[in-house]
């Protein structure tokens, strides 16, 4: 007990010696919320993801395997859905569309895969077109391997950039010693490939013997939160840390995000992983949460909606159960602030075409936040 107390005072003060990040940047209650949430889609279960189609309906992950589409008030079942592994962390995961999703109907998935010679699943991303509610001319794009029966850390997000390829997350499914820092091997990674799931020529690891040719960045743990910056074009993602140590990262070719060599974390039992929070040719984190809040979900605010919230970071918690956002100074956290306290676990967060912040919740639903006068 005396040897763990004496480690974690350590660590706290290796922290505020190895990074330019204020340890006690503490998070804040706005004494007036700027919103109301008003329930949007009702009794959802686990809503890992949605997107906006062109006419404001929403398509809507249901983890256990059930894509939804909300039109009108109205929730249609999906058809045609790939067998999901359900199980921990794993189930139907992320949703994106094309950026030219009018002009040629693709819509994106991330999920755990059964497909593979192994017992249990590990994470996929698959395109299909969504007609008189089914999904066609479905394709699967990239599936990792090994499969294992693990049910942790499948990730998973997806982004497009500005030039139209496109990136997903896939978690080190456990096996933190093995997988992430192995370009070798799937997970702990996020991906890049052109649109129809080919190996673009200048992936970092493409002359690399052996390497999985997909990689862009490694060294991740579980990114469960993936986007394109607005102004810049960057993709940033969040990833969960152990016991401390939940991050938010720009990704940029070839990183290595050091996990689990460097960290902010300790193990869920209070012992060490690494006495290193930084090490020559890793990349560190833009912020990084002490203690962990369970990053799930992230947005950038471009609306004019919400009073001083314009160029903003909203990140959802699942271990706090609130939505948390970020005030931004560039690339440095200047501020946290709680909102949605209490409401339940914050699964993902998304700004609808109409301006509005949409946040899904877990045994509850899609919330729309409608500004207050």
């Known amino acids: 007990m005396k040897n763990s107390i004496i480690f974690n005072l350590l660590f706290v003060v290796s ?3 190895s990074c330019a990040q204020n340890i006690e940047n503490k998070i804040n209650t706005p004494k007036e919320s700027v919103f109301t949430a008003e329930l949007f889609v009702d009794e ?3 809503p890992w993801g949605f997107t906006f189609l062109p006419d404001n309906s929403i398509l809507i992950t249901e983890k256990e395997g059930k894509l939804i589409h909300f039109n009108n008030g109205k929730k249609t079942i999906i058809g045609n859905i790939p067998e999901v592994y359900n199980r921990g962390q794993g189930g139907l995961l992320d949703i994106a569309l094309h950026p030219k999703y009018k002009e040629n109907g693709w819509i994106y998935l991330t999920y755990a895969s059964i497909e593979g010679d192994e017992k249990g699943g590990h994470t996929a991303l698959m395109r299909a077109k969504l007609k008189n509610s089914n999904l066609t001319e479905t394709q699967i ?5 090994p499969n294992t029966t693990k049910g942790q850390h499948f990730g ?6 500005n030039d139209g390829y496109i990136y997903f997350s896939i978690g080190e499914r456990g096996d933190r010693d093995i997988n992430p820092q192995d370009i070798k091997r799937d997970g702990g990674k996020i991906y890049r490939l052109h649109d129809d799931g080919r190996i673009p020529k200048d992936n970092p690891f493409i002359n690399e013997k052996g390497a999985k040719t997909a ?18 074009g960057d993709i940033w993602d969040n990833e969960h840390g152990p016991r401390g140590g ?3 990262n720009i990704i940029k070719k070839g990183a ?5 060599l460097v960290t902010y974390g300790i193990n869920y039992g209070g012992t060490p992983i690494t006495d290193k929070t930084e090490m020559s040719g890793m990349e560190q984190p833009i912020h990084y949460w002490v203690p962990s809040i369970a990053p799930s979900g992230m947005e950038f605010v471009t609306t004019d909606k919400y009073k001083n919230w314009k160029g903003s970071l909203l990140v959802g918690s699942l271990a706090f159960q609130y939505l948390e956002r970020l005030v931004m100074d560039g690339n440095k956290v200047t501020a946290r602030e709680k909102l949605m ?8 967060v998304k700004q609808g075409p109409d301006g509005f912040i949409y946040v899904a919740v877990e045994g509850k639903g899609i919330y729309k936040l409608i500004p207050k006068k």
């Open 15 to 17: 922290l505020n010696l």
């Open 44 to 46: 959802l279960q686990i």
């Open 141 to 145: 794009l990239y599936k990792a391997v």
């Open 156 to 161: 998973s997000r997806i982004a497009f950039d």
């Open 215 to 232: 990689i862009y960045s490694y060294g991740h743990r579980n990114p469960q939160g993936l986007i394109k910056h607005p102004i810049t």
């Open 246 to 248: 939940d991050e938010i």
């Open 256 to 260: 290595n995000y050091g996990w689990p």
């Open 341 to 348: 306290d209490g409401l339940g676990r914050v699964r993902a």
